[in-house]
């Protein structure tokens, strides 16, 4: 089955830095592009950033880019979001997925198709 496993999380201040990390399991990592989408208390998911590693060419949402950058380790099967100049509007849970495949837990969230597995990790950023 689908497993992707993200963790990293905690406390932050605002200006900090942290790194989330998602092992993926369950599929061939390779084929597939990786996104991380993030879910802020009373709203629904955001789609945050994207990258298909072969092409190697990462997509982010306005509202993070320069400050994040995704990138994978294909040996490790791990998808990373590196997160600086942290902000309030950052908090949120933030969940690794991937591309959609057949069976999976497909959701549209901006105006991607994708498959959000696994718990989560939180994220807050405050002083």
């Known amino acids: 089955e689908v497993q992707l496993e993200a963790s990293g999380g905690g406390l932050a201040q605002p200006g900090e830095s942290l790194t989330l990390s998602c092992l993926a399991s369950?599929?061939?990592?390779?084929?597939?592009?990786m996104s991380w989408v993030r879910e802020a208390p009373g709203q629904g998911l955001e789609w945050v950033a994207s990258?298909?590693?072969?092409?190697?060419?990462?997509y982010y949402a306005d509202s993070v880019k320069v400050r994040f950058t995704i990138s994978t380790d294909n040996a490790k099967n791990t998808v990373y979001l590196q997160m600086n100049s942290l902000k309030s509007e950052d908090t949120a849970v933030y969940y690794c997925?991937?591309?959609?495949?057949?069976?999976?837990?497909?959701?549209?969230?901006?105006?991607?198709?994708?498959?959000?597995w696994g718990q989560g990790t939180q994220v807050t950023v405050s002083s």
């Open positions: 990258i298909y590693s072969f092409i190697s060419n990462p």
């Open positions: 997925a991937k591309a959609c495949s057949d069976g999976g837990r497909c959701q549209k969230i901006g105006g991607r198709y994708l498959e959000v």
């Open positions: 369950g599929f061939t990592f390779d084929d597939y592009a």
